[in-house]
């Protein structure tokens, strides 16, 4: 029976009785381990001598209970869905009665038989904690992690990029611990929705954080996935292989093993096409399928172990091998002055193989109650290789202005070394410690170039070809430590002194020769593509930080005192230094304000800094490109930048809605943009390399003026009457860049309007529901320029379902309708992508699925992107698999004792 249902029928029996004299009855009911209350209890008063005389009803997300009952003798029952029943005897005999607290012991066995056929509360808070109850969120059988949490209110991912509550999610732990290399897309895509007990959601913190208390400068999200771990030992996993037409195929497979205090965790595919096995919901606005060549292995195995006094550790290796060809092409046409009316057209053919390995290696050490230590130790090497031609044509209303022709290719190895360790030690009860970092990373990169480049002007007198090969070595250090002490200073607050030294170290020797015809091996010397470099740049930075906590607010003021120092030599092809200082001194400030329970506001400024990179200074000519020709710049300068960031949420546990609001402001002086010159007639770049009218060569400067405003609102709210949840996401971003084009300064405004619309099914777990609608405008616009600017709008309009609709028979379909309206060229383009699979569950325990899907059977699949840039658009397009058709088999891998949890 609907327990709402029940709960106004009992609310109606003891007034269809006589007028009697009522006694107000009040109470809560707790959780007897945690003490946390339970909102959503069954209250019942069933009168001793009269068994249809009953009073009911449930406690609210306090927990807490009142209601009216006639004086006399009841039998008391209170009882929650997986909690041992509690029943006793109450007289009644006084006008207002306090019967105080009940606490519910969680009844095991019952949760590992029990099968929910009522509508549990979805949310409940503890403390900062919102835990939400997966029971509450019908999906069906085969979902994952990502699919039950998209159901949840106040979850969004957004461009790839998961938050929770309005506030990016840092980091996704399973049962408190870290799960494959923190690895958030790949977590959520490996835990099965059916052996989630509960999901929690809190406030990210660092380790210094965590130890000492202070709170961490920036806000961000944890997610916590608590598992149904009844027995010492879960196993859980699945494994599918599909064939599809023209002989693809794919095979996926993952197997963790879970004990009360060890994880292991296997996982491994091997593909030659990006179609996903089956259907799933987890994404609703499906992308294209890339039809180019692939050919990808994967293998990772993680480990973790917690041993006595919670010491932890974790191991992960990860091997990645890869195959592809790509074939692109493109059309840019440029809206901003002095390019107007000029296209580029470019086409383009690669292969790219490259083989990876990657070990971490994870300590976190507390066997004494006083200190925390945590090493973390990564090493990843990777070999590649690539080559590629292309061919792209310049024109200026149609009238031809330059071409190029352009093969090259690359064998490229890496070496990375990551080192990282945190000491902590409280020094007394009161919140006094002492806190040491220090981190020690090394890269070491190695490649062999070839390029051969022939380049055609309006005149023969332009034309110009390149044949070269080059050595490349790169090699960067860099080094951290630091130091923290902190110190209660009475009551409420606390106070943070620091110091950090850093100095990183790199190092680039690049040495390019020329074909020498005559004898036809490459061993002319280019000095102009040709340098030996090094940079170092050295930071020493003292912080003074002080935290004041309220009841409900907390004030955080501080301000880093940071000195660094530049010096960039270059001992070829030309003797030059450069030493630049710089001393910053960088405030910030936080408040944090409760202003009542479940809703939360946070303000946050603060300075920031950043240094060139050696790339960056190095002034070497870049021809890869040659119609883009660039060069560094040695004269580079710091660049500064002040940020606000105002965040708003507040939750209803009662209504399971969500709100949440953002805003950021940025502004930065001598940002590092680029002076850009397009060659009005053929030039000459430093009296060696043509550039052919309608060329471009750039180089980064110190641009100030950049400025950008962002926001968002995110509400998400039951709708009862449909047993769907809607979630709404609006965001706007305006950004104001300065430009430099032709020595001629302008700037680019470009304004960014997004609206997200979701509504999810929360009927069954046989038939589910997503309909969503994704909106896009942008508009870009030069000032102080002849710019027509570009305009652009797109919407996705989406279907995906879940029905099964016989005992073992289940259609999945997937519908996107996409607009796309380049509003400047009054170009209109509508596709219509439908997919639809048919499954069938096989075994006893129907862990076996067989799928056949068909993907985008109308043919419509676009192969164009579209690019909005502040001087042009462009129109990409890849090769796409279209008329796509795959068979597939899925077994899910439980354990017996998971089985019958589940």
């Not at 406690?59 to 997986?82: A, E």
């Not at 056929?117 to 969120?137: C, H, M, R, S, W």
């Not at 030039?683 to 950049?706: A, C, E, H, V, W």
Request: glycine share 4%; with cysteine; charged share 20%.
């Amino acid at each position: 029976m609907n327990r709402y249902a029940f709960t106004i029928l009992l609310f109606l029996i003891p007034l269809i009785g006589s007028a009697q004299k009522t006694t107000l009855i009040k109470g809560r009911v707790l959780e007897s381990n945690t003490q946390v209350s339970i909102p959503g209890a069954t209250i019942l008063f069933i009168n001793s001598k009269d068994s249809l005389d009953r009073t009911g009803t449930v406690t609210n997300n306090k927990g807490d209970f009142n209601l009216k009952v006639k004086p006399g003798q009841y039998d008391l029952s209170i009882s929650f869905i997986g909690y041992q029943k509690i029943n006793t005897s109450l007289t009644i005999d006084k006008k207002t009665v306090d019967i105080g607290q009940f606490k519910l012991t969680e009844n095991k066995k019952m949760l590992e038989e029990i099968r929910v056929v009522e509508t549990l509360p979805p949310t409940k808070q503890k403390g900062d904690t919102t835990i939400f109850n997966p029971e509450a969120y019908k999906v069906n059988p085969d979902a994952s992690a990502e699919d039950l949490i998209a159901k949840m209110p106040g979850f969004f991912n957004i461009n790839g990029k998961l938050s929770a509550q309005g506030q990016t999610v840092k980091e996704v732990l399973v049962d408190g611990k870290k799960f494959l290399g923190n690895d958030i897309n790949k977590t959520l895509e490996t835990i099965p929705s059916d052996v989630i007990k509960n999901v929690e959601v809190y406030e990210y913190k660092s380790d210094e954080s965590k130890f000492t208390g202070f709170e961490d400068k920036e806000k961000k999200k944890t997610i916590n996935i608590v598992t149904k771990q009844k027995s010492k030992h879960m196993r859980f996993g699945s494994l599918a292989a599909g064939m599809g037409k023209d002989e693809k195929y794919a095979i996926k497979a993952n197997l963790n093993q879970f004990s009360e205090n060890n994880r292991f965790t296997l996982t491994g595919n091997t593909k030659n096409v990006n179609a996903p096995l089956h259907l799933n919901r987890k994404r609703t606005f499906r992308r294209s399928i890339n039809g180019n060549e692939l050919q990808q292995n994967k293998l990772g195995l993680n480990f973790n172990t917690q041993g006595e006094q919670k010491n932890e550790f974790s191991a992960g290796y990860n091997y990645s091998d890869n195959e592809t060809k790509n074939e692109n092409r493109s059309l840019r046409t440029y809206t901003s002055y002095p390019l107007e009316g000029q296209t580029l057209s470019r086409e383009s053919h690669s292969e790219d193989n490259e083989g990876s390995h990657n070990l971490n290696l994870y300590w976190e050490m507390n066997s004494h109650p006083k200190n925390q230590m945590t090493i973390n130790s990564n090493l990843s090497t990777s070999d590649s290789r690539s080559k590629s031609t292309s061919n792209s044509e310049t024109r200026l209303f149609d009238a031809f202005l330059n071409s190029n022709s352009n093969n090259k290719s690359q064998n490229n190895t890496s070496v990375n070394i990551d080192q990282h360790l945190y000491f902590s030690r409280m020094l007394n009860e009161n919140g006094r410690t002492l806190s040491i970092n220090a981190s020690y990373n090394r890269n070491e990169n190695d490649s062999d170039d070839s390029q051969i480049s022939e380049i055609k002007g309006e005149t023969e007198q332009t034309n110009q070809n390149i044949d070269q090969k080059s050595d490349n070595n790169a090699k960067s250090a860099n080094f951290r430590a630091g130091l923290s002490f902190n110190e209660k200073i009475g009551k409420k607050g606390q106070l943070s002194v620091g110091y950090n030294y850093s100095v990183n170290t790199e190092k680039s020797k690049k040495s390019s020769y020329n074909l020498d015809a005559d004898n036809q091996i490459y061993s002319q010397l280019d000095t102009l593509t040709s340098n030996q470099f090094k940079n170092s740049t050295t930071n020493t930075t003292g912080r003074l930080s002080y935290n004041h906590r309220l009841k409900n607010i907390s004030v955080r003021i501080g301000a880093d005192f940071q000195h660094t120092t530049l010096e960039n030599e270059e001992t070829f092809p030309k003797q030059h230094e450069l030493n630049k200082t710089y001393f910053s001194v960088l405030p910030s400030a936080q408040i944090s304000l409760t202003m009542q329970e479940n809703k939360v506001l946070n303000i946050l400024y603060r300075m920031g800094t950043s240094n060139p990179r050696a790339k960056q200074l190095q002034e070497i000519v870049n021809i890869s490109n040659p119609l883009f020709i660039s060069m560094g710049n040695s004269k580079l300068n710091q660049t500064s930048s002040h940020n606000l960031m105002v965040y708003y949420s507040a939750s209803n546990m009662e209504t399971g809605s969500f709100t949440a609001f953002n805003f950021n402001a940025s502004k930065s002086n001598n940002i590092i943009g680029r002076r850009t010159i397009i060659a009005l007639q053929d030039t000459l770049i430093n009296n060696t390399y043509s550039m052919p009218k309608g060329g471009q060569f750039s180089q980064p400067t110190n641009l100030d003026g950049r400025y950008n405003l962002q926001t968002s609102f995110t509400y998400g709210i039951p709708i009862k009457k449909l047993q769907s949840k809607l979630n709404i996401n609006t965001s706007a971003n305006f950004s104001h860049n300065p430009t430099l084009v032709n020595n001629r300064k302008a700037f680019s405004n470009i304004l960014s309007l997004d609206q997200d619309l979701k509504l999810s099914s929360n009927i069954s777990e046989r038939f589910d529901f997503t309909i969503s609608s994704l909106t896009h405008y942008t508009r870009s616009k030069n000032t102080g320029q002849n710019s027509s600017g570009a305009k652009y709008l797109s919407q996705t309009n989406s279907l995906s379902l879940y029905w099964n609709f016989a005992k073992n028979l289940i259609l999945k379909t997937s519908t996107n309708f996409k607009h796309r309206n380049n509003i400047s060229s009054n170009t209109v383009e509508n596709n219509c992508l439908l997919d639809i699979g048919l499954s069938c569950k096989v075994f006893k325990n129907k862990r076996g699925e067989i799928s056949l899907v068909a993907y985008d059977i109308l043919n419509q699949t676009s192969e164009k992107n579209h690019y909005v840039n502040d001087l042009y658009t462009s129109d990409n397009y890849s090769k796409k698999l279209n008329k796509f058709y795959m068979l597939s088999f899925t077994y899910k891998i439980r354990n017996k004792k998971n089985d019958e949890v589940n």
